[in-house]
Nanobody, 123 residues
Framework: QVQLVESGGGLVQAGGSLRLSCAASGRTFRRYAMGWFRQAPGKEREFVAAITWSGGMTYYADSVKGRFTISRDNAKNTVYLQIDSLKPEDTAVYYC????????????????WGQGTQVTVSS
């Protein structure tokens, strides 16, 4: 069982930075691949980034490569998403997710989800 709680969202000017955190509970945290997704109003939930449970491999959507960095600290049961050079197009609710697969960019392959944290980028 895994429970996820996101934090770190807020209102930021274009070009600014945020670090999102996802606190996970449960002894099985290290056995899950972790992903970040985002969803803007009226849009489908889209893949942002993923990291294997060992932290050895990371994956990014083309739209965020070079600006977003996913990492995890298993000792702290926490996954991070460092977001730099924010654009208004990044405005969305960001969700942390956990899945049993090695890696997936498909929302259906994740078993646990947080409630989301709002990121709003002003121009």
């Amino acid at each position: 069982q895994v429970q996820l709680v996101e934090s770190g969202g807020g209102l930021v000017q274009a070009g600014g930075s945020l670090r999102l955190s996802c606190a996970a509970s449960g002894r099985t945290f290290r056995r899950y691949a972790m992903g970040w997704f985002r969803q803007a109003p009226g849009k489908e939930r889209e893949f942002v980034a993923a990291i294997t449970w060992s932290g050895g491999m990371t994956y990014y959507a083309d739209s965020v490569k070079g600006r977003f960095t996913i990492s995890r600290d298993n000792a702290k049961n926490t996954v991070y998403l460092q977001i730099d050079s924010l654009k208004p197009e990044d405005t969305a609710v960001y969700y942390c997710a956990a899945g049993s697969r090695l890696y997936s960019s498909n929302v259906d392959d994740y078993d646990y989800w947080g409630q989301g944290t709002q990121v709003t980028v002003s121009s």
